[in-house]
C-alpha cells in the first residue's frame, strides 16, 4: 500500500516547478502503478503551448478558471472546477488560466518524476528518476 500527502509532495523531491506551472508528484513510474498522478497548479495569465507526443494525459479542474484550445481544430474550451479532459489523441494545445487553477493529472505512460516540458511542449520518456 502506497499512503502520501500533498503536503509531503509538495514540500520534498516530488515538487517540480516551471514556467507557469508546478506539480506535486503523489504517483510515479517507481510506484508500479502503471500511471502517475499530479496535483499542478497553472498560474493566472499562464499560456502554455503543449504537445504530449510520449504520453496520454487526462486533467480534472478542481478550482480556478481558464481555456484549453486544440490547436488542430481550433476549437477553444472553458475549462473550470468540475470539468475533464483528456488527450486521447497526443493532442496540441494551449491551456490558458484566466485564475489560478488547481488540476488534478493522471500521464500513461507513467511519469519518472523531474520531467518538465522539451521545446515541443511534451516530457521525455526517459527523465531523472525521483525516489519513495
Same mark, same amino acid.
Given at each position: 500500500?502506497? @499512503?502520501?500527502?500533498?503536503?509531503?509532495?509538495?514540500?520534498?523531491?516530488?515538487? @517540480? !516547478?516551471?514556467?507557469?506551472?508546478? +506539480? %506535486?508528484?503523489? *504517483? *510515479?513510474?517507481?510506484?508500479?502503478?502503471?500511471?502517475?498522478?499530479?496535483?499542478?497548479?497553472?498560474?493566472? &495569465?499562464?499560456? *502554455?503551448?503543449m504537445? /504530449?507526443?510520449?504520453?496520454?494525459?487526462?486533467? /480534472?479542474?478542481? +478550482? &480556478?478558471?481558464g481555456?484549453?484550445?486544440?490547436? %488542430?481544430?481550433?476549437?477553444?474550451? $472553458?475549462? %473550470?472546477?468540475?470539468?475533464?479532459? %483528456? *488527450?486521447?489523441?497526443?493532442?496540441?494545445?494551449?491551456?490558458?488560466?484566466?485564475?489560478? #487553477?488547481? #488540476?488534478?493529472? !493522471?500521464?500513461? $505512460? $507513467?511519469?519518472?518524476?523531474?520531467? !518538465?516540458?522539451?521545446?515541443?511542449?511534451? /516530457?521525455?520518456?526517459?527523465?531523472?528518476? @525521483?525516489? &519513495?
Amino acid at each position: 500500500m502506497i @499512503v502520501r500527502t500533498l503536503r509531503e509532495a509538495e514540500s520534498g523531491e516530488r515538487r @517540480v !516547478v516551471s514556467e507557469g506551472w508546478e +506539480s %506535486a508528484r503523489l *504517483l *510515479l513510474k517507481n510506484d508500479g502503478m502503471g500511471f502517475s498522478f499530479h496535483i499542478t497548479t497553472i498560474y493566472a &495569465g499562464a499560456n *502554455l503551448t503543449m504537445h /504530449y507526443q510520449n504520453h496520454l494525459e487526462s486533467v /480534472y479542474c478542481i +478550482s &480556478g478558471e481558464g481555456e484549453i484550445e486544440d490547436l %488542430a481544430s481550433g476549437q477553444i474550451h $472553458p475549462i %473550470a472546477a468540475g470539468t475533464v479532459y %483528456a *488527450l486521447d489523441q497526443h493532442d496540441k494545445h494551449i491551456l490558458r488560466a484566466k485564475s489560478e #487553477m488547481k #488540476m488534478a493529472c !493522471v500521464f500513461n $505512460p $507513467p511519469l519518472n518524476g523531474k520531467e !518538465v516540458h522539451n521545446e515541443q511542449g511534451a /516530457y521525455e520518456l526517459q527523465a531523472e528518476t @525521483v525516489e &519513495g
